[in-house]
């Protein structure tokens, strides 16, 4: 039997990937939901430390505004979660 392989994103150290519906308004009324990948610098990669719904442990980079949502919305812990600071090199 064939495993059925489906590749992880690796995570974009140019861009946050987070996806934020309507800039993360939950009081937006009527209209659609859409969502908007967020194009600010990440300055952190988050990794999933245990495999989530979909039996995969995850990782995406977020910048600071978006980590302070997620924070909020996910909670994570030091036993679900492990946060790397991505390193810029200097552009001179
Ligand atoms: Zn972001």
Do not use: Y
């Not at 590749?7 to 209209?31: H, V, Y």
């Not at 979660?81 to 001179?92: D, L, M, R, V, Y």
């Amino acid at each position: 039997m064939k495993k059925k392989k489906t590749k992880l994103i690796p995570p974009d150290l140019e861009r946050c990937q987070a996806e934020k519906s309507n800039g993360w308004n939950f009081m937006t009324l009527g209209g659609r939901r859409e969502m908007v990948r967020c194009d600010n610098e990440p300055t952190v990669i988050v990794r999933e430390l245990v495999p989530g719904e979909d039996g995969r442990k995850g990782s995406m980079s977020l910048c600071t505004e978006c980590l302070v949502q997620f924070m909020m919305r996910v909670c994570p812990t030091a036993e679900t979660h492990a946060f790397e600071e991505i390193e810029h090199e200097p552009s001179t």
